[in-house]
């Protein structure tokens, strides 16, 4: 999928920056791909920790920052997050999915789910609060 679904179409942006590439943005939901490469990868070989996080927190955001009724982007923040990392990368890329919980007037709770690829592994999962702006 093209950088062209980002906010702005922005190259500078951190998503395009760390290799996010954005496959579904729908309210409620949203996925991103990324390849994976050497700059990603601690020095075991897998996935930095940080670049899985952001990940997370990047589909947390993007599932939860459209508006409902008109479809238009909405600014937020993260205000909380959590992280569990449950096991390390095998295959080149990842797939985050995250999904909204509950959405209210001023905050909304999401969740994602990092696996392995396309139907792989659960890699790492986390919970967010975000703050609409």
Not at 66 to 85: C, I, L, P, Y
């Amino acid at each position: 999928m093209s950088d062209n679904l980002l906010p702005d179409g922005d190259p500078g942006r951190f998503e395009v920056v760390m290799g996010f590439e954005l496959d579904i943005w729908e309210h409620g939901r949203s996925r991103f791909r990324m390849k994976l490469g050497p700059q990603h990868l601690n020095r075991q070989g897998a996935p930095h920790g940080g670049v899985v996080a952001a990940l997370l927190d990047a589909a947390g955001m993007f599932a939860g920052n459209t508006d409902a009724a008109t479809g238009e982007r909405r600014k937020a923040v993260t205000v909380s997050m959590s992280t569990n990392f449950i096991g390390a990368a095998k295959g080149p890329e990842l797939i985050c999915d995250g999904a909204v919980l509950k959405a209210g007037r001023t905050t909304f709770f999401a969740e994602a789910r990092v696996t392995d690829g396309e139907g792989g592994a659960l890699l790492a999962s986390g919970q967010g609060a975000y703050r609409y702006l």
